[in-house]
Each structure stands twice: as C-alpha cells, then as structure tokens.
C-alpha cells in the first residue's frame, strides 16, 4: 500500500486490524497521541485529505493513496502554521498532551466553524486549562508577554517547550523507538476479593510471541507501599507486587510480556485461575463494624494501625470543651455531608520504558516523583542505587495520579527477567479501575455559633474510604482534618477520623489531596449557619476566620512549622464580595423555571506537605553565555520549568530565554522529593533561588578580583558582566574563568520549611432548571493569595484549569461500581470530563496583594489550591437558589431535578 504522510510517500503494509494511531506512530510520527483508543479524546487527530479525524479509529489500510497529515507535517518551509504561532501566543497548552490533536482540529475550521466551536471542537478534550487559552489561540488572542532583562517576575512568559508541543517535536514517555522491545500486559482480577487458589500458564505460553507469564509466585515476596513520600514511614507496607488474594476488581493478578501488545493481550486472555471467592465489603462504616471481612492481616510491619477492624489509620483531637461550647450557642447546625469517588483523567495514562544497558537499569517514564521511584525500586529488587537510573520526558499530566508506582515495578521486573526492554502503557479502563481516585469521605459535622455570628464549638468526624490499599491513605486524612478546620478561630473543636479499608479500587493522591471532601463538609455548614442566623457568608467569614495573630488550631494546639509568611484571606473575601455586588450582566436563560442563587466558599492550603520535601538546584555559567539550570522537578504542565527559568532570571538580571534546563534525571540533577503538593514553586523555586543568588556573588567576586576593580564596580546585565563602564559578553567571561580556574556553578538546597498558607476564595452565581435540574453558571469569581505570582498569565491558567476541574468533578463526573465492587462506566464517553461545550463562563480572577516570607520572590504555591472551594461553592448556590441543601458532592441534574421535585411534593397544596 502506498500512503502519503506529511508529504512523504510512504509503501507500507499495515497488520490486519492495525488502526492509522499506531500505524502512524510506528513510522515515528510521535505527535500523534492516545488518550483513549475509543474516539473520545481527540489526542490522536490527523487530517486524512485534509479532514480532521480521530486516527484511532480509522483502519490504517483505509488511508492507502490518501494524503495524511500529522501535526508534523502542519508547518511548511519552516514557518509554522498560523494556528501553531497562535496557540503558542496565546499559551493554549498546559501538559501539552492534547495540544497537537487539538491544533490539527481548530487548524482545520473555517471561519464559521470557529463561531460555533462547542460543536466542532466537543471531540477534542482537554483536561489541564478548563479551555479559556485554547478558545484565545483559536480567536487570535494574545497573552504572552515580553521577556525583557531583570523583569521576569510578574511576566507572563511562555513555557520553553512551547514551539517543540505545538509543532509535535516535545517528547513524552513512550515517544520512542527501542530495537527489540517487549510489551506487557496485565490481567486483572474480576472480583473484589479473592483467594487465588491456582494458576495454570501453559496456554499463554503456548501463543506465538509470548516470552513469559509471571504471577505472585514468581515476583519478590516483599511489602511495600505503591505511594512516594520521601518519608515512606507515613504509608502503609500492605502491596505486594503481584499477590494471591485480590482485594478489587481490577487488581492486577498477573503479568505477560511478548512480542507485539495483542499476543501478550491474547496471552492474559489464555491464563486460567482458580479463585477462592471471599466475603467483600465496599462500605467503610461497615467495614469498621463487628464481624467485617479482614481486608488485610498483617503484622506491624505493615503499619496498619487496627487490622482486624480494617482501619489504617486514625486522628483524634480535642481542644478546648466541646460540650460547653454548644451549650453556650444560640445556633448548632448538624448534618453528614459526603463527597464521591472522582478520577484525575489526565490524557497521558500511567505507561513506563524499562531496559539494561550494561546491567544498569534504566526506567523511562510518567512520574512526578522519578527519585522516590528509583528508591522503591531498589528496595523492590535489591538493586544498588548507582544501578538504577529513573527519569521523565515531559509528563501528560498528573495531578496526583502519578505520585505513585504503578508501572515501574512490574516493567522493571520484566526487564530484570528477560534481560529485554519492556513497554508496558495503561488503557483508559486501567486508568478508571486499576489506577488511584479521589477518597470518598463521609464527614459529620456539628457546629454551634452565637448570635453574632461567633463559632463557639467545631466538631468534626470524617471517615476516609482508602479502598484495597493504603496509599495516601494516612497523609490524606491528615490532610483532611487539617487546614479546613483550622482557618476558622473557634475556641472548641473536636476531630475525630479513621482511614478504612473497603474492596474499592484504592484512593491515592490527587488534586486537593484530601481537603477536597472536608472543606465541602465544613463550608455547607458554615453557610448553613449563616442562614440560621441571617448573616452574609462574606461577613460570617470575616467574624470566624484565622487572622494573622491567632494560632492556626485543627484537632491540637502543638506547634507546627505552618506559619503566616504573608496573609491575604482578606483581600480575597473583599475582591470577591465585590465581584459579585458588581455582577457581570449575564442574566439567567428565558423562562420561569429557572431560579438563580448565589454561594461562596474559602479555603486554606499550606504551600509544602507536612511530610518531608527537598530540593537541590545545580545552576552555572555555560561556555555559550548561557545559564544551565538543573533541578530534578518534573515538568507535567504545572508550569514549574517556566518558573524556575523567571526566578534565575530576576536574580540574575537576564532574561528567562537564557536559562537552560534540564529536570527529573537521576543521573543528571540533584535529589528532589517530587512535583507534588504544589511545592514545585515554594521548595524547589527556593534551591533554585538560592543557587542564583549564590552564582550571582561567585560571578562578581571573580569579576572584581579578575579586573582589579571594587565589587561594586561589577554589575551583571543580561548577557553580559560590566565592570565600571567595560561590557563583558557572558561567553567570554566564562572563557576568563576557565582560564583562571575558577568554576562558575553553584549547587543550593532547599527544605519544605516553615510552611506558609494560601487562601482561596470562590463565588458562583448560577441558574437551575426547577424541571430538569439544570445548572447554568452565570459569574464565577476566584480570589487568591498567592504572594507575589511570578507568572500572572500561567497561574490565571492554573486557576481557570482547576476551576473547571472543580466543575466536572461537581456537576457530571462520578465513578459508578455495581455491587460486586465494579466499574460500570470506565471510558470518557461515559464517565464524562467537561469538554469545551460544558466550559463555563470566565472566572473572574483576582489576586492579593501580599509578598510572602518564606517562597522565593515572595510567591506561594499555587496549582493546587485553587480546586478546593469550587464544590461547597456551588453548593451553597444550589441551596440559595432552591432552599433545600445538598449533602453530597456530586450536584448532577438527575438529584437535583428528584430533590426539588421531592420538596414540592411535601408542599401543601
């Protein structure tokens, strides 16, 4: 067959039911992506005659004698296409995974088009930017700004990747090519919980290309967690890597690795297990009870705290006199509330390289945590750590999801064991079953008030769902019990919590890291409160919140490190307040049976996890004039690689487009705990100030002493040195150096101590449908302190993209399991992540102005925080615009058109 791709006249024969994605990608046309394999992405879109299609699912013997382009083949004579120009102008990218797929989709519209894009764009998704910059590269729009000397901070610069994403060049994990790779695949378990009392291999290992079956009996018999802290202490030790007793459905049983990925599918296909079927409980309060099954029976060494009662973990505070404190109020609100099971989604799944080079291990993959991941590697496998080298090409996003090793181990087993490289990536159905989640949690709370408004009594007890498995189980529930209860002075507060295992699919990290669910509990009852007692939420907050003098108290009065390195929660409620008095003048859709209502919600964050977070930044004076920065941070479109670029610039007073960086490499950058915890900024953006501000002392002591000039007569600007009124190209100072013998280069480390807070503060005003539950966001207001913001447009993006997050996880994203413990609803088609038609209208976005005492520059962290308050937020929306309050987070139209409908019901005629 004879096949013309980006201009190149290609004969090929593709394999029987090959699809054009994989084709494409085996002729080494990485920019074609897979996010799903179902044509609900749109990641892999290609023009085939000059149509936008989804190559997955085109036969690739379809496109015989047709002309195909890829996002390769867009630009023409080395100038780029005026959609690529735009998107990179505009910064229409985050991770950039998606990115090629949708440039090929908007490149292919015609003005007309363009003015109905909820329609030509709704089979491209994007989970990173919540649209608004994708929809300003498509209208033209420009946001960057110019990178000028010393004014870097506070610019809004463009990721140095920006021109490699848009043209298909950037490289993420399986964007290669390797001679005589193998594929592995999994099978997994179809019950929730199970004995295996036999495996036969015999007829996998009979299908042509299958080169090993691997089951528990094979594997290592060795405790670990699959979470990554730098303090493993703070995770249970209760995963094997392959294992006789499953305990979800969707927990790998066993491991094939072949020739091509459909002999090793065919290979699982094949494996024949004998299962011992055991009593399963997916409830966590059942769980807790007399005569629960045991989920886990393990010894201390697992450091599960109560086994036979399948709690992992559990927090107990008071402070103060609760009971007194009620006594004293003129208000007490009590009720559950609880928050559903939601999945990261981003494009990129879980996929990992391994291979040996001269014994050495080496493991490509999709990680924010490439050093944790080598450390859990060696211990897996007694591996010495200078035999294992662990590192990342750009990430396709994360948001918790990848803080976790799910991948490596199995693949670097294979490797181990076949001496061959090995390849395994997850479908999108791995992700939804066999990945992580958000923990649901069950969260009663009482709170008691005066008349004034004035909390007298907090109480609070949360019960975590962590699944088959412990993984962030613990630090989640810390999480929980902390900041959501503490940014409220009250002077009695009782916390009781409990992580537990159930036979779900296991909870892990993810955006908002357990504080999600609480701050939704804790924010619906304090706007509860403040309708009993008519007070505005805005003013209620105001009386209730932690100022900078008070002690920030959840469940203890111990001292912490967290400390007010700056305070704007303020400023965030008046900006706010504000915005919303102000309105925007979008009114409601025609018609009476709509009813419009407006909520609010706040939050705190501390800016590092309370676990332990370093960094080590290397940064010099190169030969070329430049500066090499390297920092072992992965880059997953949290935006760090363009921060980090601004800090060095400021300090050095040059420009960010000077700064080389190189990141998460185990041989090539210094440890660093992870990208995780927004603590890329605040940890790792102060090693890399540090290491500047220390290369920028080296460079002008060498300069004084080198001209015989005083120190003050050096000054460093842009790509030169001056002293007195001598200009001295950087490439030629560095050769002075040299000759000199003097090393230009730094190395600085920097510690997730003291920690600082952020504040949030989120506003919608919205329109329900009375008949079909309907909700229609009419303002969206985010304020935010995030110190000084080092790159305003990237962090507006960071909120616009959490905000929508917020949304989908609020409005249309839940994970459904029958009752076996099952996923009923694991692809994008059904569990369904907003696309740009569900974009909601701009957030109005607003920042406060603080300088904080600890993050470098005075910024704080800020990707994270921004999902916290958007669920409570619409909630309490929901309740001002029907009257009747919402106790679970997932405000779909089908409960909310029963609840009202109910309400009406009881109304007497």
């Known amino acids: 067959m004879s096949f013309l791709v980006n201009g190149k006249t290609v004969s090929a024969e593709p394999r029987p039911g090959q699809c054009l994605r994989t084709f494409l990608r085996e002729m080494g046309w990485?920019?074609?992506?897979?996010?799903?394999?179902?044509?609900?992405?749109?990641?892999?879109?290609?023009w085939l005659d000059g149509v936008a299609v989804h190559s997955c699912l085109i036969p690739a013997f379809r496109a015989d004698g047709h002309k195909v382009t890829t996002i390769e083949g867009l630009a023409h004579d080395g100038e780029l296409h005026p959609m690529q120009t735009a998107f990179m102008q505009a910064a229409g990218f985050q991770c950039g995974f998606c990115t090629a797929g949708m440039i090929m989709t908007a490149a292919s519209l015609s003005q007309e088009q363009i003015s109905n894009l909820p329609r030509y764009l709704k089979g491209n998704l994007c989970r990173c930017t919540g649209y608004h910059s994708i929809e300003n590269a498509i209208h033209g729009v420009k946001s960057i700004e110019e990178d000028q000397p010393g004014k870097s901070c506070g610019a809004g610069l463009l990721a140095p990747a920006a021109e490699e994403i848009v043209t298909g060049k950037v490289r993420y994990t399986l964007d290669t090519a390797i001679e005589g790779m193998l594929h592995l695949k999994l099978l997994r378990s179809p019950h929730a919980h199970a004995r295996i009392k036999a495996i036969r291999k015999d007829a996998a290992l009979s299908v042509p290309g299958v080169c090993g079956v691997y089951t528990w009996e094979d594997v290592p018999r060795l405790l670990y967690t699959s979470a990554t802290h730098d303090d493993y202490h703070v995770d249970p030790n209760d995963t094997y890597l392959l294992d006789n007793v499953v305990r979800f459905a969707g927990q790998r049983v066993a491991a094939v690795v072949a020739e091509t990925e459909g002999a090793a599918e065919e290979g699982c296909r094949r494996i024949e297990i004998d299962y011992e079927l055991l009593p399963a409980v997916f409830d966590p309060e059942q769980a807790m009870s007399k005569g629960a099954p045991v989920i886990h029976d393990k010894g201390a060494e697992s450091r599960i705290r109560r086994p036979g009662q399948n709690i992992l973990l559990e927090i107990h505070g008071n402070v103060g006199d609760v009971e007194a404190g009620f006594k004293a109020a003129d208000v007490i609100h009590e009720a559950a509330y609880t928050t559903h099971r939601v999945q990261h989604a981003h494009l990129e799944t879980h996929c990992t390289i391994t291979w040996l080079d001269h014994g050495r291990l080496n493991v490509r993959t999709s990680s924010q945590t490439p050093y944790i991941t080598k450390q859990k590697l060696c211990y897996i496998f007694d591996l010495m750590p200078e035999s294992v080298r662990v590192f990342c090409e750009r990430v396709g996003g994360g948001f918790g999801g990848k803080q976790e090793v799910l991948t490596e181990d199995i693949c670097a087993f294979a490797t181990l064991k076949t001496g061959r490289p090995v390849m395994l990536e997850f479908t999108r159905e791995e992700e939804f079953i066999a990945a992580t989640t958000r923990h649901p949690m069950n969260v009663r709370?009482?709170?008691?008030?005066?008349?004034?408004?004035?909390?007298?009594?907090m109480e609070v007890r949360v019960v975590s769902n962590t699944g088959a498995y412990g993984n962030h189980g613990g630090e989640t529930l810390y999480a929980a019990c902390g900041e959501a209860v503490a940014v409220y002075k009250c002077a009695n507060k009782k916390v009781d919590g409990y992580t537990v295992y159930t036979n779900m699919v296991p909870g892990g990290a993810i955006r908002g890291y357990g504080m999600t669910q609480t701050i939704f509990a804790v924010e619906c009852a304090m706007d509860e409160v403040a309708r009993s007692l008519k007070i505005d939420p805005y003013e209620f907050r105001r009386i209730n919140v932690v100022k900078p003098d008070d002690q920030m108290i959840a469940e203890s009065t111990?001292?912490?490190?967290?400390?007010?390195?700056?305070?704007?929660?303020?400023?965030?409620?008046?900006?706010?307040?504000?915005?919303?008095?102000?309105?925007?003048?979008?009114?409601?859709?025609?018609?009476?049976?709509?009813?419009?209502?407006?909520?609010?919600?706040?939050?705190?964050?501390?800016?590092?996890?309370?676990?332990?977070?370093?960094?080590?930044?290397?940064?010099?004076?190169?030969?070329?004039?430049?500066?090499?920065?390297?920092?072992?941070?992965?880059?997953?479109?949290?935006?760090?690689?363009?921060?980090?670029?601004?800090?060095?610039?400021?300090?050095?007073?040059?420009?960010?487009?000077?700064?080389?960086?190189?990141?998460?490499?185990?041989?090539?950058?210094?440890?660093?705990?992870?990208?995780?915890?927004?603590?890329?900024?605040?940890?790792?953006?102060?090693?890399?100030?540090?290491?500047?501000?220390?290369?920028?002392?080296?460079?002008?002591?060498?300069?004084?002493?080198?001209?015989a000039v005083g120190r003050d007569?050096?000054?460093?600007?842009?790509?030169?040195?001056?002293?007195?009124?001598?200009?001295?190209?950087?490439?030629?100072?560095?050769?002075?150096?040299?000759?000199?013998?003097?090393?230009?280069?730094?190395?600085?480390?920097?510690?997730?101590?003291?920690?600082?807070?952020?504040?949030?503060?989120?506003?919608?005003?919205?329109?329900?449908?009375?008949?079909?539950?309907?909700?229609?966001?009419?303002?969206?207001?985010?304020?935010?302190?995030?110190?000084?913001?080092?790159?305003?447009?990237?962090?507006?993006?960071?909120?616009?993209?959490?905000?929508?997050?917020?949304?989908?996880?609020?409005?249309?994203?839940?994970?459904?399991?029958?009752?076996?413990?099952?996923?009923?609803?694991?692809?994008?088609?059904?569990?369904?992540?907003?696309?740009?038609?569900?974009?909601?209208?701009r957030t109005e976005i607003y920042f406060a102005e603080t300088h904080d005492a600890f993050g470098p520059l005075g910024a704080k962290s800020m990707s994270e925080a921004p999902i916290y308050p958007i669920a409570p937020a619409l909630a309490n929306a929901l309740t001002d615009a029907t009257g009747i309050r919402f106790h679970d987070s997932s405000l779909t139209p089908d409960r909310i058109y029963r609840r009202i409908f109910e309400s009406t019901e009881k109304k007497p005629a």
């Open 713 to 841: 007569a050096c000054r460093i600007e842009h790509d030169a040195i001056f002293y007195n009124d001598t200009r001295v190209p950087l490439a030629d100072f560095f050769a002075a150096a040299r000759r000199a013998g003097r090393q230009l280069e730094t190395v600085r480390k920097a510690y997730g101590t003291p920690r600082s807070v952020t504040f949030q503060v989120q506003a919608f005003r919205i329109a329900v449908n009375r008949v079909t539950g309907e909700i229609v966001i009419l303002q969206s207001v985010h304020g935010c302190d995030g110190g000084v913001i080092i790159n305003p447009m990237q962090c507006r993006a960071q909120i616009d993209g959490a905000v929508a997050q917020g949304v989908g996880w609020t409005l249309q994203e839940k994970m459904v399991f029958d009752d076996r413990g099952r996923m009923i609803n694991p692809s994008f088609r059904n569990y369904r992540i907003p696309a740009y038609a569900d974009a909601l209208a």
């Open 445 to 457: 709370m009482k709170v008691g008030a005066k008349r004034d408004g004035t909390l007298t009594a």
């Open 558 to 707: 111990d001292a912490t490190d967290t400390e007010f390195g700056s305070y704007g929660l303020d400023q965030c409620i008046d900006l706010v307040d504000a915005a919303m008095k102000r309105g925007n003048g979008v009114k409601p859709p025609p018609g009476t049976d709509w009813l419009e209502g407006r909520g609010m919600a706040i939050s705190m964050h501390g800016s590092v996890p309370p676990t332990e977070h370093r960094s080590e930044a290397r940064l010099g004076l190169g030969a070329d004039g430049n500066y090499h920065l390297a920092i072992g941070t992965a880059e997953f479109g949290n935006g760090t690689t363009t921060v980090h670029r601004q800090i060095v610039s400021s300090v050095l007073n040059s420009t960010a487009s000077r700064v080389r960086v190189i990141q998460s490499d185990t041989d090539k950058t210094g440890y660093d705990t992870g990208a995780f915890a927004s603590a890329g900024t605040v940890v790792a953006g102060n090693a890399v100030r540090l290491a500047a501000e220390a290369l920028r002392d080296r460079m002008l002591t060498f300069a004084s002493k080198n001209y």
């Open 30 to 46: 990485f920019g074609v992506k897979k996010g799903c394999d179902a044509g609900d992405c749109g990641a892999c879109t290609v």
